[in-house]
């Protein structure tokens, strides 16, 4: 009869939970240059400009959808042996930017005209600072390889 005791367990977990690889695998992508491009390769060129999410916060389903669809193509172009380049972008006009921080001033009982323009400008930049980087995150996150 074997001892079962001293023997490790070859039990697989009950559920797979992601979170306890992503951040890691994500870095050694990075940490391996996967997702940066080389401006004196020989190897064919492959761009793709990411339309810019708005510092609106948080991305939403549709943003991921875009996303995926776009890592999908450049991964694909890297597998084939292109210099890709993945340029990310993150507020493009600052419209959608202008509406969130109105409606937060509206919150306040102010409005964007209660401030005036340098004010305004100044509570739209915390805004970004506090905010932009977020949208950032989130597509690493999703394992954007940007």
Do not use: C
């Not at 020989?42 to 996303?67: C, F, Q, R, S």
């Not at 305004?120 to 915390?126: G, I, L, T, Y």
Request: charged share 25%; hydrophobic share 35%.
């Amino acid at each position: 009869m074997t001892d079962n005791a001293s023997r490790p367990s070859t039990d697989l977990p009950t559920a797979w939970n992601p979170a306890e690889h992503e951040a890691e695998l994500y870095q050694r992508w990075v940490d391996a240059g996967y997702f940066t491009a080389e401006a004196d390769s020989e190897k064919p060129p492959y761009t793709i400009v990411l339309p810019p999410p708005n510092v609106t916060g948080a991305m939403h389903m549709g943003h991921a959808l875009d996303h995926t669809l776009m890592d999908a193509l450049t991964r694909r172009r890297r597998m084939q042996g292109y210099n890709v380049l993945w340029l990310p972008g993150t507020d493009h006009a600052g419209i959608a930017t202008q509406n969130v921080v109105e409606r937060e001033l509206a919150n306040e009982g102010l409005s964007r005209h209660d401030l005036g323009r340098e004010k305004f400008v100044e509570r739209v930049w915390e805004w970004k600072e506090t905010y932009g980087g977020k949208i950032l995150s989130q597509m690493r996150r999703l394992g954007d390889g940007v």
